[in-house]
């Protein structure tokens, strides 16, 4: 599991450490941590110039003792700093190394044109976000085949994560120090970090993380494997109430995942039409209402509907609602949550549902709109945990799972081919197999997503990827990952 913790916690744990230390290690360490990956990809993609962008803090002090060390190996090594005192000391290490240090009145537009390497030093961890306005020029100019290596966070991001930034650097690899932050796992920031490298140098954070990311090698310890004495009701039964005579789709596609996921049972509640094709499309599933450990409620339900059926089928989605267990709740059964439900329960929106959801549910803080949404991701999602008491899964390329307290999970697993029609459907009954297996919410909803992810590359590795298919890949990948 990948463990994220704030900048306050890790400056507070850096502070301790240092006060045990010899003067100037820490940063020693995280530079020469910091050169080595610097030096592996140059020599990677045979690079031989490197140009720094050195801020104010610690961070330009750590890209700089990183050049001198890259400028020892035969790098051509060339820094760019701004009207600002150097961070730390004396520019003598680095200078006595070969590195000159370029001022806003150098030159320093024609070295940076041919940069193999760039290394993002202008803000660390203790900055707030956004550029300063000398770094705007830099930036702009670094050139499009340079790669760029980010030192403890893409300049101009957010630390904590939770504001995307139209500006700031978008780094092709990010190398931090001793654990990763916020703004390497959560949606709004870390579509800039690019590859992340954490590099150790000795420190420990105690207690739970801030922000927690499942990997491969957890799915082992999760996921619910049965054993000999179990039968098909002490391995989960799923009540599923989705589709109707106008989305007749989604319910196959939830039932065949949530039946591939490794239930015991599932039981199918729909109008005639999606009925017909869970028969055809799903065998194993039972038709009708009845006893079940946790439900499915919402895909491809249209709560305004009024075919034959579709009072009986929000009959039974309300009755689950109201009643004492799990229940995941996806898009159409989201118009059917009217506050808080002390039973587990996990939400599974869209930015836009959310934003819809968070606008019906508190409409005194005013109209909640789908970019506002994308713009401050966790804080929509805390927002709508708090109102309703579950647990919120907002789905996008990196997958928000936020419990109504505690720490936040953020999944980042699936293709960007995934982004189709059909595939939360898929989603939901992943998760809501888990959830009737009896996990969390928070567990069913990472796990799910983590799988999810994984099987929607499995499906069709590199390309593209539809709803079905994924659905069908997911008891291969559950194999997979289990025993790889």
């Known amino acids: ?51 720094v962008l050195a801020g104010p803090g610690n961070n330009g002090a750590d890209a700089l003792y990183a050049a001198a060390h890259l400028a020892d190996e035969g790098f051509a090594c060339v820094a760019v700093q701004g009207d600002w005192p150097l961070a730390v ?7 006595a ?36 306005a000398e770094a705007v020029a830099w930036v702009d100019a670094v050139p499009p085949d340079a790669y760029v290596v980010a030192v403890d966070l893409p300049s101009g991001q957010d630390p904590a994560g939770e504001q995307a930034q139209d500006g700031g650097v978008y780094a092709d690899e990010t190398v931090t120090f001793a654990v990763a932050k916020p703004v390497h796992v959560l949606p709004a ?5 690019g ?14 993380a801030d922000v927690e990311r499942l990997d491969f090698a957890d799915v082992a310890d999760l996921w619910p494997v049965p ?3 179990d039968d098909k009701y002490s391995r989960g039964v799923l009540g599923v109430v989705a589709g109707g005579e106008d989305y007749t789709g989604a319910p196959v596609l939830c039932c065949t995942a949530a039946v591939g996921a490794g239930l015991g049972m599932l ?13 055809a499309a799903v065998p194993e599933v039972v038709i009708g209402d009845g006893r079940v450990q946790a439900w499915v409620v919402g895909p491809g339900l249209d709560t305004t509907s009024r075919a034959r059926g579709s009072k009986a089928q929000l009959d039974v989605a309300r009755a689950a609602l109201a009643s004492d267990l799990p229940v995941l709740v996806d898009a159409g059964g989201l118009d059917l949550v009217k506050g808080r439900r002390e039973a587990p329960t996990l939400l599974t929106p869209h930015a836009g549902e959310l934003a819809r959801l968070l606008s019906r549910l508190d409409p005194d803080a005013g109209e909640t709109t789908r970019e506002q949404v994308t713009g401050a991701p966790l804080a929509h999602a805390r927002r709508a945990a708090s109102l309703t008491g579950a647990t919120v899964l907002l789905k996008g390329a990196t997958t928000l799972v936020v419990p109504p307290e505690g720490t936040v999970r953020s999944q980042a697993d699936a293709p960007a081919w995934t982004a189709t029609a059909g595939a939360g459907d898929v989603l939901a009954g992943v998760c809501g197999a888990l959830l009737a297996a009896g996990l969390s919410p928070l567990d069913a909803g990472s796990l799910g997503a983590l799988v999810h992810g994984v099987a929607a590359d ?11 298919a994924l659905a069908h890949a997911v008891p291969g990948t559950v194999a997979h990952l289990l025993t790889r």
């Open 1 to 51: 599991m990948l463990r994220a913790w704030s900048a306050d916690r890790v400056r507070s744990a850096e502070r301790d450490l240092m006060a045990g230390l010899e003067e100037g290690e820490l940063m020693a360490r995280a530079a020469q941590g910091l050169a080595e990956v610097c030096s592996a990809r140059l020599h990677q993609r045979g690079g031989t110039r490197v140009v």
């Open 89 to 95: 000391g004396e520019p003598a290490a680095w200078l």
């Open 97 to 132: 190394a070969g590195v000159p240090v370029l001022s806003g009145d150098d030159d320093w537009a024609t070295p940076l044109s041919e940069a193999d390497l760039v290394l993002d030093g202008v803000l660390g961890i203790g900055g707030r976000p956004g550029l300063p």
């Open 189 to 193: 920031t870390e579509s800039a970090v």
């Open 195 to 208: 590859r992340l490298t954490v590099v150790d140098i000795g420190l420990e954070l105690e207690g739970p």
């Open 227 to 229: 054993h000999a004495s």
């Open 267 to 279: 039981r199918y509640v729909g109008t005639p039409a999606p009925t017909g094709l869970v028969r």
């Open 458 to 468: 499995r499906a069709n590795p590199g390309g593209p990827v539809r709803a079905l």
